[in-house]
């Protein structure tokens, strides 16, 4: 049993399938629509991620690519149990107690795993991963490492009783048997909070990183504050979206939904995608402004930006924006709403793809720069920011 979601979808994996749920009808209407269904699995998977095109699961040794818009799912057979999963645009990453692997989305067959020969310099068992940017953090039963995605190890700590690794735009977030902690880059703890019970699991988006154990439902801000707990005995799984949180009632069997704003009150201010997709966009006009030569090109349904004739991927914008804009981040932690991002800027008409070149809308950028408290301060850093990012 799993819950992930999307931009549109609830999904949840359950009796050899996964399926999704509508979103929409099920905030606003409270059902549960099953808008579309992956093809019978082999396993039922206890681990869910998404690339742009697709919903990646994992169960015991096996490791499956749903596309999400047609169910077809082709399935990879491994010698050992995948024990956590990772992924971006075009990747995915994993790992087994053995080792960490790679395997592009889109040629998702057994022949094209790659296995990391760091592995074998890494304490066993590993327990969990995450990507951020150009960084995999791993974390072992005494260790917590940090590699290159080339697969050089950079830095290691000492670090007892860790479960789960997540990568917040500034770093690890770690947690471990009783707590959790937030790191910097280079792996010094930055601050840290304790919860109750056994450790069920994790996400962190922007903001706050959400926990469920078997006591409790619990909500940290980056000072290891616990802004939030809520105490249980029925929630076994639970997921993230941009405002809800979508959790699963063992009693009931069935989702349940809890609105972000009711959990954090005034500590939250609702996030809408349309304004995620305008920050983006009018980042990269400011950089124009700065005398760059931006150009925004769209092939096989991937956006890239092209700046002073250097290619860079449009995630790796998102996730250099993320420290003046968090909220950015979600756009980078679930690659799921990419669909999105496409979807609400042409609605809006954010930008228009004209061919494979993609258009600014000016006017209406320009009134998002002229409202947005964050450019006002900080326009000439972010300009910067953009303009740099082809030597990184």
Not at 125 to 144: A, H, M, Q, R
Not at 281 to 297: N, P
Not at 322 to 331: A, M
């Amino acid at each position: 049993m799993e819950l992930y979601c999307d931009g549109e979808r609830i999904y949840i994996s359950k009796k050899d399938r996964v399926e999704g749920i509508s979103k929409k009808e099920f905030i606003e209407k409270s059902e549960t629509k099953v808008v579309w269904q992956s093809e019978k699995l082999s396993q039922t998977p206890t681990m869910l991620a998404n690339t742009r095109f697709h919903l990646i699961g994992a169960g015991g040794s096996k490791l499956f690519r749903m596309d999400r818009r047609s169910g077809e799912t082709v399935e990879i057979s491994l010698e050992n149990e995948v024990k956590d999963i990772t992924t971006d645009l075009r990747d995915v990453f994993f790992a087994t107690a053995e080792g960490i692997y790679r395997v592009p989305a889109e040629k998702f067959v057994e022949s094209e795993v790659v296995r990391y020969p760091v592995s074998d310099t890494l304490e066993k068992p590993i327990k969990s991963i995450d990507l951020l940017g150009e960084f995999i953090f791993v974390l072992t039963e005494s260790f917590l490492y940090k590699l290159s995605v080339k697969g050089e190890k950079l830095t290691e700590k000492v670090l007892a009783d860790g479960v789960k690794v997540l990568s917040d735009y500034e770093g690890p977030v770690v947690i471990t048997e009783k707590n959790v902690l937030y790191m910097t880059d280079d792996l010094e703890v930055l601050s840290n909070g304790s919860y109750e019970g056994v450790f069920f699991k994790a996400e962190h988006g922007a903001y706050n990183t959400f926990l469920l154990s078997d006591k409790t439902f619990s909500v940290f801000g980056k000072t290891g504050q616990r802004y939030a707990h809520v105490e249980h005995s029925h929630y076994r799984t639970f997921t993230e979206g941009l405002n809800h949180i979508y959790l699963y009632d063992e009693m009931e069997e069935s989702i349940t939904l809890a609105g972000k704003k009711d959990l954090l009150g005034d500590n939250f201010q609702e996030i809408d995608l349309t304004t995620l997709v305008g920050i983006l966009t009018a980042s990269l006009m400011l950089a124009e402004r700065e005398g760059a030569e931006v150009i925004l090109r769209e092939e096989k349904g991937y956006i890239d930006v092209h700046i002073n004739g250097e290619h860079v991927p449009v995630e790796k914008v998102i996730l250099a924006l993320s420290k003046y804009f968090p909220e950015v981040f979600y756009l980078y932690k679930n690659p799921g709403y990419y669909e999105e991002i496409e979807r609400f800027a042409q609605k809006f008409d954010l930008f228009k793809v004209e061919g494979k070149e993609v258009r600014l809308n000016t006017d209406l950028l320009e009134r998002l720069l002229s409202m947005h408290s964050t450019f006002k301060a900080f326009k000439d850093d972010i300009a910067k920011e953009i303009v740099e990012l082809p030597f990184r």
